[in-house]
């Protein structure tokens, strides 16, 4: 049976069918046989009931064999195709379809296929995974299985395999026999509460019943069946089905016409043949003698004769749409097991005709009998039993502890709910499903009150069972009760409990309509007690209004235009538009039309049609949506920051550090409004300029480039961004899906029948490149998020950004000048009691719309609600243009007040600006058919001048007429004669009816202009949040803040928002009828006390048509209201800027968004807040009125799912509670706020903040002490590439310090030099503040910190996602130093990536050297020296990122850090080497880390000389040098030499690789003890200049030191400042070579965080940093003071720093006279000169012949300091000696060593000590003068 019969008739088959179908009929007692097409196509197989058995029930694998006494076929399978997969398990396609494989990981489902288990005989320990057509699927009484197969594979997803024989090939069954679905597909498969797949139950192939028999002993016939499984179709919230039932659902599996209930299992006799005493039906019982006598293919057991069946539903745990086992809880009464056979209901001929209704029967308990007949006048819905379904599913919290005593409400209790519920009910209210389902959660609720706090308390242990409260509700007592109910509502509620069946009641209620008795009856509770004692109800909704409004809530959008298109089509609208002609002879619209145009030119008529030509101009016109308000550069900073916060995160999805340039493209709905407001926005926004993009967009048409439409166009863009994002790795892409709510469809399902732009989003947005582009960000802008906020959403609720309040409390938060009006501030203005409200309904038009829905039953609803609309407009204009008050009795007093608002506007002003009227009409027909009847009413009536009616269509453009083309033109000063308008904002002032159509607003924004948005047409079939809100939404206003201030106004945002402070109601405006002058003269309040919307009984003509004419003296009864002059020429439309446009809705939907529900919220809060979702649970909350939009959010994303065509219902995670997508977005916000503006404001800050983060504060100061000849060419040529040793002896050191950074130190005296007497010194503190700096933009080679993380360096880094962190060692390295006196050890945390550049004593041994490379080694991937880099509070911000820098180079970079800060360096730098110091250096200055470097190198330079001796290298051929590199360089530039002229060209910068390769490449090298690069300033390179290219003078911050060399000089340990000085200096006395190379600079960056520099003077008392002045920093000895927790050396420098012009008087400003420095250079300030001299044999030292010094400075004098030495200089009388020491003890051995005490002079107060107590071993120093 697998596909034998599938999609065909064989004239066979069809021949005994036929035959078996005479014969049932023959043999019956009725004349309603089985219908054959059913038989064709449905056989049902049957299966055992129980495993439990005998052994004959069990064998069900080869019970298709049994059916024929023949052998079994054989098969040969068809041969696989050539290369495809052939391995058991997997498909041809190589996919694995193993259950064990891909439990976890199974796609989706399509709708109406189910997944199931199928065994191979290869495997039979294994299943495999098929998704099968549920159609051809027997359901779980065996039955109701279609012939033929329909199925998709699992594993590579191909879909539509049409025969079985052709399935099993393509998953490898390989079998032997006949392919047969029956014995293959054996399991159907579940998902459990982790969403994994598991094994369900087998599929029944056999009925339950085919093997079993009753005895006549037996009870009278019935079948007591456990129900197949529920429909999709009835779980959806919108379905609806018509009585189309096929004989399945009728027609239960019989055996010779015999039935037994479940529980009775005798053995089986087949002799025996009884008919039961069933009790007859409507339509009686059908018998039979048997089979026949061979079976043939056609026949079926179904053919037996039935009798009544006794139902019993079965357990069910249904959750969700996903079938759980059962826990052997209740049985589920919202089941829809098969009915009896015969049990069918006549639907009457003519029933719509006579009843003028179509009733609607909503199921309930029990099965729904066939309906047969004129079943077209009748729908089913199933949205009541799902509604009872889903009610009694206990919450999952309970089922994980199995039978509880927490049960479902009963049967019983449901029904009476519904039937309370029903009571209560208004006379024109539609049930709504959701108050139903609270209404029966709250009651399960109160009911298991108890147990459900004791399951709380005792958690987890579930309570033991409880009594019940109250006795439950019995079967017999329900229909009591339910009368009981019904007694107070009259007739409106009818309850039939008397027929034995639900089809005779059904078929009672038929008759009772066609008789007409229940034209008072609303609803039909039918109950009745079925053959199993379970109770069985259904309701018949005959209530006229009732029964249409739910006939229309079942038809889709599609359905419904459809629908509306063939009812124009087709002409059913004439008998409609014939009754309003009849109506009476002053109400025929045609007639009056004709009278009016033939008058139309009487000067009464025209007489206000032209303005004078000589009044001004209008000078209340403005335009603003152009301004830009402060709280969208909030929203738009906001998304900055949580763009930023991506960025920051530790995933690293997003480098913005990497981007350069922002490009854009904004996707809006298929919409030519929003297309062309989209980009008229943009192009006014100045986003273009900042993105650097107006070159290109020369005019708004060029604009339209970066925004596109989602209709098939957009497919072209997104595959062009996809390709220049992968093109441009450095542009940062940014996808704007604004009105992100519209097109959520899935793309696989819009793929298979499908609106044709359906889907595309989710085709495009969510495709795997632009998912896994990583300079790609997605923000969705909706005004209505909720349908992005599921358990399955894309986006994170951190990535979410919600549209700030702009007042709290009245207070404006940004400064706005404007206040927003929505849709809460609507429903305010309906409770404010301050006058009029602006959301209304109109009485009169419901009352007519009433009427003509029950004489024209067969009409939709909209099309009256249009032409009645269309009638009253039409009568309106002829009333108040044409004159003829008598009209007015046949429109409505709204309608009237519109149309002579509109039409009296234009007279108020001097340019003729109105107002807007908006008519929503969301069907596009009726729309196109509205604008015809008005425009050509408008015309015949002379009113083309007067205003404009414009269709709103979104899939066209804006028509507007010549008149009013130039009134556009010159309002908004536009020259352009070719312009026309294409957005509703460039209408602002225009007097027109705007039309607006399409099905949904697509986030077209309206002029401020809109006076009035009449909506009462709005179609009331979809009752969802989304659809609700955006509707109400398109009236959402910004109003004056001032004006609002007046009132006592208070605003809200959200229509949940939980603000107590509304906006009041601004219904107190001057209304705009005929009453101008009083209105002008009395108050905006003048008719407060006259309106009255709420009374739905008053009388039109009469409540406003009395006041008008009292009011508007001026004016005759007869004339036109539009005739009157204004007392004050004031522009109407300026006046009503601050006002909000009045709302009209359908009285249905009025009533339903003012009703509060009971968490104080509007009652379209708790709907489904979309038609693409469901909710998750029954046992959901109701939304707080205190909730944020973020908790919204959560709310959203707890209790609802997507649909299936829901594009995120693919979107489940893999073992994860989540699956966002890390650069997705979303803005939300009200409607009509400023959505907009703010995104195009954060793609402008967006680029500026990358140009930001692409730039630094580099150091920017010129050279100081600069003489004009020492940049000339004198030694080496300009073009030359090298220096030369020899050439660099003789040339001249430049003792004179040039770097600016040292502007405030004391000048090194030099014979050569003399200095500025301008100089100008600031204090040094100054200096590191104030510096200058320049905004430079970072290049390819620069360094970097930790917060840049590009795909290059992450592996460099050490923080690549993809990589565990990188492990590191440490260990310990110990050498010893004459100076320090002991052993110092050292320690390096060495990660395992860069152990190669170290030797060890074994692997994973002690560590032995630094390995260095020769000097005859070259790599051009690689560079010799080590970098190291001392660094000190810089974690963060320290430029330690050298990959790009270095440009991929090999090299090895050491950072130096103190011991303390190790473990956060390691955080940040895991992949880097780190050298951390001894602990005593924790408080030591860079002279310390320097010292430790370079004495550390010398002996690592030993070491590897030592082990390259070894191996056959000679000493000297060690490489040995090293960097000592600032934590600030960023950059490094070269100058380019014009070769020919030899000057300088410009500078561009280039890579560190290139620097130091170029500089380790010089000749001889190693001649020179140290080389550095100049420092950049931007005017420092000297264009068009011929310079020396090298020099010898002071070198800083990046230094290329030859260790071997400079053995013998030493860095100062104790140094914190100017120790670099103080090295230069040393070296130069030492005789060893200094260059600098002047082609290239260095760029460092300002950091204002960390560094060696940030020293705080702080006293021992307290942490807190205070202010001590610098002559506090000494002390006297053994005296009272203060002291300070700050290291002596520091204290000592700067207080010499501070306080030398005191120390040393003779040397202030006297240059000639320096103060005499020996072996040490310390800063005295800039006022004094130092003259350093080194006391070392050999050293070279400046001549001091003749030089008499102003002082003596000796600091820690060693050894080669004797006084024989210290007398070869001269000194002035007076002149100041200064000796420092580390102790009294060592000062008092100086003194005597020195004989200072023959030309010195002491005195006891001259001894000082820094200011530190004696444990932390301050300093001492003695001063005398000479004599």
């Known amino acids: 049976m697998g596909n034998s019969y599938a999609g065909q008739l064989r004239s066979t088959r069809f021949e005994e069918v036929l035959h078996n179908s005479i014969e049932a ?55 696989p195709p050539e290369g495809s997969c052939t391995t058991d398990g997997f498909c041809q396609a190589g996919k694995d379809l193993r259950l064990a494989s891909i439990a976890t990981e199974c796609g989706d489902v399509p709708p109406g296929f189910l997944l199931v288990g199928a065994k191979s005989p290869s495997i039979p320990d294994q299943i495999l995974v098929c998704a099968v057509d549920r159609r051809f699927l027997p359901d779980e009484r065996g039955r109701n299985a279609l012939l033929g197969f329909s199925g998709n594979c699992m594993g590579c997803g191909e879909k539509g395999f049409r025969y079985f024989t052709e ?11 006949q392919p047969k679905k029956q014995k293959h597909l054996k399991y159907r498969l579940l998902r459990n509460a982790q969403g994994i797949l598991v094994l369900g139950p087998p599929i029944c192939w056999k009925g339950i019943d085919s093997r079993v028999r009753q005895s006549t002993s037996n009870l009278p016939g019935g079948l007591e069946e456990n129900p197949p499984g529920s429909g999709v179709s009835d779980l959806l919230p919108n379905s609806g089905h018509t ?13 010779n016409g015999s039935h037994i209930p479940v529980s009775q299992q005798p053995l089986p006799q087949p002799g025996l043949v009884t008919h039961g005493p069933g009790r007859p039906t409507v339509i009686g019982s059908m018998a039979n003698s048997g089979p026949p006598k061979k079976r043939h293919k056609g026949w079926s057991p179904e053919s037996s004769a039935p009798t009544d069946v006794v139902h019993r539903p079965a357990p069910s745990n249904t959750v969700n749409g996903n079938k759980s086992a059962s826990n052997g809880t209740s049985a589920s009464q919202g089941s829809s ?22 009733p609607v029967i909503l199921k309930g308990h029990g099965a729904l009998p066939r309906l047969c007949g004129n079943t077209g006048d009748v729908l089913v819905n199933g949205r009541l039993q799902a509604c009872y379904r889903s009610s009694q599913t206990l919450p999952h919290v309970y089922e994980q502890y199995g039978a509880s005593s927490v049960q479902p409400l009963s049967t019983e209790m449901q029904v009476l709910l519904t039937v309370y519920y029903l009571v209560q009910l208004a006379p024109d209210q539609m049930p709504l499903m959701e108050d139903l389902e609270q209404i029966l959660m709250r009651s399960w609720r109160e009911s298991h009150l108890t147990e459900i706090r004791q399951y709380q308390q005792s958690h987890p242990q579930f309570p033991s069972p409880l009594p019940g409260l109250a006795q439950p509700l019995t079967p017999s007592q329900l229909p009591w009760l339910a009368k009981l109910a019904t007694s107070s509502c009259g007739e409106s509620v009818l309850v039939l409990d008397m027929a034995p069946s639900l089809a005779e009641a059904l078929d009672d209620t038929f008759q009772r309509l066609m008789e007409g008795k229940l034209n008072q009856t609303h609803y039909v509770v039918i109950i009745c007690m079925g053959r199993s004692q379970e109770t069985e109800s259904c309701i018949v909704v005959t209530g006229k209004h009732q029964s249409r409004a739910l006939a229309e809530s079942m038809l889709s959008p599609s359905d419904c235009v459809r629908q509306i298109s063939q009812e124009l089509s087709s002409g059913m609208t004439a008998e409609l538009e014939a009754y309003f002609s009849s109506l009476c002879p002053d109400g025929d619209v045609e007639a009056l039309l004709e009278k009016a145009s033939s008058e139309n030119t009487s000067p009464s008529a025209q007489g206000c049609v032209q303005e004078p030509s000589g009044e001004p101009t209008c000078t209340e016109y403005r335009v603003e949506w152009r301004e830009i308000r402060p709280i969208q550069l909030a929203v738009a900073r906001k998304l900055l920051s949580h763009v930023c916060a991506i960025a920051d995160s530790s995933t690293h999805n997003l480098d913005l550090g990497s981007f350069d340039k922002v490009e854009f493209l904004i996707c809006v709905p298929p919409s030519e409004v929003a297309f062309q407001q989209v980009v008229l926005h943009l192009w006014n926004s100045g986003v273009l300029q900042e993105l650097g993009l107006d070159q290109e967009c020369l005019s708004p048409k060029d604009a339209e480039q970066y925004v596109v439409k989602l209709d098939q166009a957009v497919v072209a863009k997104i595959n062009g961004l996809i390709q220049k994002s992968k093109m441009n790795p450095y542009t940062l892409f940014i996808v704007v899906h604004d009105h992100a709510h519209w097109d959520i469809s899935s793309g696989q399902y819009s793929r298979v029948g499908g609106k044709p732009n359906e889907g595309l989003v989710d085709s495009l947005l969510n495709c795997r490149q632009i998912q896994e582009a990583a300079n790609i960000l997605t923000l969705h802008v909706t005004s209505f998020p909720f349908a992005l906020q599921t358990q399955y959403t894309r986006i994170s609720p951190y990535n979410e950004i919600h549209w700030p309040s702009a007042f709290n409390n009245d207070v404006d938060l940004y400064h706005e000048k404007t206040k927003y009006f929505g849709v809460s501030e609507l429903l305010e203005s ?4 301050k006058g009029l409200p602006l959301l209304r309904f109109d009485s009169s038009f419901e009352n007519m719309v009433t009427a003509l829905e029950e004489r024209f039953p067969k009409l939709h609803s909209v099309v009256i609600r249009t032409q009645v609309l269309l009638q009253h407009y039409s009568v309106a204009l002829m009333a108040t243009a044409g004159g003829q008050a008598q009209l007015q009795k046949h429109t409505s007093v709204e309608t009237l007040e519109m149309v002579q608002c ?3 506007s234009t007279h108020r002003c001097s340019s003729q600006h109105g107002h807007m009227l908006l008519l929503r009409i969301p069907f596009p027909a009726l729309a196109a058919l509205a604008h015809q009847q008005l425009c050509r009413i408008r015309d015949r009536l002379g009113l083309h001048d007067r205003f404009e009616v414009v269709l709103g269509d979104p899939t066209s453009g804006i028509v507007v007429g010549k008149h009013f083309l130039d009134q556009l033109r010159l309002w908004l000063k536009i020259q352009d004669p070719e312009w026309t308008p294409h957005t509703y904002l460039e209408l602002e002032a225009l007097p027109c009816i705007l039309i607006f159509t399409g099905m949904d607003p697509m986030g077209e924004s309206l002029p401020r202009s809109l006076k009035y948005c009449d909506q009462r047409v709005m179609s009331c079939c979809a009752l969802q949040r989304t659809a609700l809100e955006q509707e109400l939404g398109l009236a959402a206003y910004l109003v004056s803040a001032e004006q609002q201030s007046l009132r006592g106004a208070r605003t809200s945002s959200d229509l949940s928002e939980s603000d107590p402070d509304k906006l009041s109601s601004t219904d107190n405006e001057e209304e705009e009828l005929v009453v101008d002058v009083n209105n002008t003269l009395s108050g905006p309040d003048h008719y407060q006390a006259d309106f009255s919307p709420h009374k739905t009984d008053k009388q039109p003509t009469l409540s406003r048509s009395t006041p008008q004419r009292r009011s508007s003296k001026s004016i005759s009864p007869g004339s036109s209201s539009t005739q009157a002059s204004p007392v004050r020429p004031c522009c109407s439309w300026g006046r009503n800027l601050n006002r909000p446009p009045v709302v009209l809705l359908p009285k249905v939907l009025y009533d339903l968004i003012t009703t509060v529900d009971a968490s104080g919220l509007p009652k379209p809060t708790s709907f489904l807040p979309h038609a693409s979702v469901e909710w998750a649970s029954s046992f959901r909350p109701l939304l707080s009125k205190m909730m944020t939009c973020t908790e919204q959010s959560l709310y959203y994303r707890q209790w609802t799912v997507p649909r299936p065509h829901h594009m995120d219902s693919s979107n489940r995670a893999e073992g994860r509670s989540d699956n966002f997508h890390p650069r997705r977005l979303l803005l939300s916000g009200p409607p009509q706020v400023g959505k907009t503006g703010a995104y195009l404001q954060f793609l402008g800050i967006l680029s500026r903040m990358l140009i930001r983060l692409m730039e630094v504060d580099i150091y920017d100061e010129e050279d100081i002490n600069c003489n004009s000849q020492s940049d000339l060419v004198r030694y080496h040529q300009a073009i030359a590439t090298w220096p030369n ?14 770097d600016p950074k040292y502007e405030d130190i004391s000048f090194i005296y030099s014979p050569d030099f003399t200095p500025n007497a301008e100089r100008t010194p600031r204090r040094q503190e100054d200096v590191y503040l104030r510096r200058r700096t320049a905004r430079i933009k970072l290049s390819k080679y620069a360094a970097y910190n930790t917060y840049h993380h590009c795909e290059q360096c992450h592996q460099y880094m050490g923080f690549n996602p993809r990589y565990q962190l990188y492990e590191s060692t440490l260990h310990a390295f110990t050498f010893s130093h004459l100076l320090l006196g002991e052993e110092i050890q050292l320690y390096f945390i060495i990660p395992k990536s860069k152990e190669h550049h170290f030797s060890f004593s074994q692997p994973g041994g002690q560590l032995e050297s630094m390995r260095l490379p020769l000097t005859s080694e070259w790599n051009p991937d690689c560079i010799k020296s080590p970098i190291f880099t001392p660094t000190t509070g810089r974690h963060e911000h320290g430029l330690f990122n050298l990959y790009h820098a270095m440009d991929g180079a090999s090299h090895l970079h050491i950072l130096v850090i103190k011991e303390y800060e190790m473990a956060v360096y390691k955080k940040y730098w895991p992949n880097h080497i780190m050298l951390v110091l001894p602990t005593i250096f924790n408080g030591a200055g860079i002279g310390a880390a320097h010292f430790l470097i370079k004495e550390l190198s010398y002996h690592n330079l030993e070491l590897e000389r030592n082990r390259r001796v070894e191996h056959g290298s000679r000493p000297q051929d060690v490489w040995p040098f090293i960097i000592l590199a600032d934590d600030s360089c960023v950059m490094w530039n070269s100058v380019d030499i014009d070769p020919k002229s030899g000057t300088a060209g410009t500078e561009r910068n280039v890579s560190l690789k290139q620097v130091l390769q170029h500089m380790e490449a010089s000749p001889d090298i190693t001649q020179y003890g140290l080389c550095g690069l100049r420092k950049w300033s931007s005017r420092g390179s000297g264009i068009g200049q011929r310079r020396e290219p090298f020099s010898r003078g002071h070198l800083h911050d990046f230094l290329l030191l030859n260790v071997d060399l400079t053995q013998d000089v030493q860095y100062n340990q104790n140094r914190f400042t100017c120790d670099d000085v103080d090295f230069n200096l040393r070296v130069l006395s030492a005789g060893l070579l200094m260059c600098r190379f002047n082609n290239f600079s260095v760029m460092k960056k300002q950091i204002a965080i960390g560094g060696y520099r940030t020293f705080i003077i702080k006293t021992k008392m307290t942490d807190v940093p205070t202010t001590v002045q610098p002559s506090q920093y000494i002390c006297a000895p053994d005296s009272k003071h203060l002291f300070l927790a700050t290291p002596a050396q520091l204290l000592l420098e700067k207080y010499l720093q501070h306080t030398s012009q005191r120390l040393f008087p003779l040397s202030a400003g006297n240059y000639s006279h320096p103060v005499l420095s020996v072996d040490c250079y310390l800063n005295l300030g800039p006022e004094v000169t130092v003259c350093f001299v080194s006391s070392r044999p050999h050293s070279v030292n400046i001549s001091t012949a003749g030089l008499l010094f102003s002082g003596l400075l000796l600091y820690f004098c060693d050894s080669f300091v004797t006084p024989g030495f210290l007398k070869k200089f001269q000194f002035l009388k007076g002149a100041t000696l200064c000796v420092i020491c580390p102790n009294r003890s060592a000062l008092r051995q100086t003194v005597v060593r020195l004989e200072l005490e023959d030309e010195w002079r002491f005195r006891l107060s001259d001894e000082f000590q820094t200011a530190n107590a004696k444990e932390d071993q301050p300093l001492f120093f003695l001063t005398g003068k000479h004599i």
């Open 830 to 833: 309906t409770r404010s009691g």
């Open 902 to 904: 509109l039409l009296s």
């Open 25 to 79: 009929s023959l043999r019956s007692n009725t004349v309603v046989p089985r219908p054959v097409f059913s038989q064709l196509y449905l056989e049902p197989e049957h299966r055992p009931i129980s495993r439990d058995g005998p052994a004959w029930m069990e064998n069900d694998e080869d019970d298709d064999e049994d059916e024929s006494n023949s052998p079994p076929i054989p098969y040969q399978m068809k041969p």
């Open 243 to 255: 009585a189309s039932y096929t004989a399945s659902e009728t027609c239960p599996p019989m055996i």
């Open 167 to 177: 399935f099993s090939n393509h998953i490898n069954l390989k079998l032997t026999t």
């Open 337 to 358: 097991p098969p009915l009896a056979p015969g049990e069918s209901v006549m639907v009457p001929d003519n029933l719509l005709q006579t009843c003028g209704l179509q």
């Open 1285 to 1298: 040793a020899d050439t660099m002896r003789g040339m001249p050191f430049d003792l004179t310090i040039h």
